[in-house]
């Protein structure tokens, strides 16, 4: 093989790597503490040490690993400070961005979510499977919410947050602790708020949905730490 197609190959697999790997500690296969060792890493993939380590150093970038020399690494936990300061942005932002741009949502995209989540509510399915899906749409949601603004700053800022908020999520569907179900009415809430582009209910909505989704993070917190020590 010449060596642009090597190098092309190379950068497939870490691609590759980066992806499933990422994909592993956001739904907490590797769960946020764990320690991992670019040997284990490198026998599960097999895609060879540098595409291997290329993803490690990319997940590092982005803070989903932490890397300790001759130590090697370990999921990045999820801290109590994490969700103070998650959920002190969203309370900002959300309620803000959705009162200013509440005209400029789509009434047919509205429906087609509260449909959605109608449906999620059917599902009486405990499987972690059925979690996944009911935690992508809640993330597709609440991203919907701020991608109205057309400010790229603001949604790459507002997708890491939610990639944070994703992963406790998971971990806390992955222990049994959160119920999606007592989500399903506030979701509901906020998009009759929308349609109806009613202010003060709108906020009256997000932070209701909002702190009760900080409660259940923060206890979530506490249940990792508690296993932990």
């Known amino acids: 093989m010449s060596k642009e197609g090597l190098k092309k190959e190379n950068l497939a697999r870490t691609q590759m790597a980066y992806e499933h790997l990422k994909r592993k500690i956001q739904i907490c ?12 890493l490198n026998e599960e993939l097999g895609y060879g040490r540098t595409p291997i380590r290329e993803a490690i150093l990319a997940l590092k970038s982005e803070k989903l690993l932490e890397i300790y020399p001759r130590s090697g690494m370990r999921v990045t936990p999820i801290t109590l400070e994490d969700v103070n300061e998650i959920y002190q942005v969203r309370k900002i932002m959300e309620p803000a961005i959705v009162q200013e741009f509440k005209s400029m949502y789509s009434k047919t995209a509205l429906l087609e979510f509260e449909a959605r989540f109608r449906e999620e509510a059917k599902n009486d399915s405990s499987s972690f499977e059925s979690d996944i899906q009911f935690y992508n749409l809640d993330i597709e949601f609440h991203m919907f919410l701020v ?80 296993e932990n020590e």
Request: net charge positive; hydrophobic share 35%; aromatic share 8%.
């Open 29 to 40: 296969d590797y769960m946020p503490g764990q320690k991992l060792y670019e040997k284990q």
């Open 147 to 226: 991608q109205i603004t057309n400010n790229k700053i603001l949604t790459n800022i507002y997708d890491k947050l939610m990639e944070q908020q994703y992963r406790l999520a998971i971990y806390g569907a992955k222990i049994k602790y959160t119920k999606r179900s007592s989500n399903f009415s506030q979701h509901q809430d906020i998009i009759k708020a929308l349609l109806n582009e009613d202010s003060e209910q709108i906020r009256k909505c997000l932070i209701t949905h909002i702190n009760h989704s900080l409660v259940s993070s923060l206890n979530i917190i506490r249940l990792i730490q508690l």
